[in-house]
Nanobody
Framework: QVQLVESGGGSVQAGGALRLSCAAS????????IRWFRQAPGKEREFVAY????????HYADSVKGRFTVSRDKFVNTVYLQMDNLKTEDTAVYYC??????????????WGQGTQVTVSS
């Protein structure tokens, strides 16, 4: 089983930036991939971004395209979510989830603990 530990998050004003990290440990094969999901109060969990460890293919939700950037440091098995030009509607608990599914938009079998992102106007 792969363990995922998140860090980052916090509070920022609209237009600001934050970076989230998701460190993966355990036995990880090259076909692993990590997704970011978020869940706002009273709303369903939604997909944010995806990155594959195999070929670094990337996908984003339309709501974050052009503002969020997902990247990976393969030497430390850590995935980053750089969030720029944050909006109040980005306020949510952000989770990283990893697995071996080829579907970028479904959660993996491992989850991070979640980190709160709050954007104020």
């Amino acid at each position: 089983q792969v363990q995922l530990v998140e860090s980052g998050g916090g509070s920022v004003q609209a237009g600001g930036a934050l970076r989230l990290s998701c460190a993966a440990s355990g036995r990880i094969f090259s076909t692993y991939s990590i997704r970011w999901f978020r869940q706002a109060p009273g709303k369903e969990r939604e997909f944010v971004a995806y990155i594959s460890f195999n070929d670094d293919s990337i996908h984003y939700a339309d709501s974050v395209k052009g503002r969020f950037t997902v990247s990976r440091d393969k030497f430390v098995n850590t995935v980053y979510l750089q969030m720029d030009n944050l909006k109040t509607e980005d306020t949510a608990v952000y989770y990283c989830t990893g697995g071996y599914s080829s579907n970028p938009w479904t959660p993996g079998s491992s989850w991070g603990q979640g980190t709160q992102v709050t954007v104020s106007s």
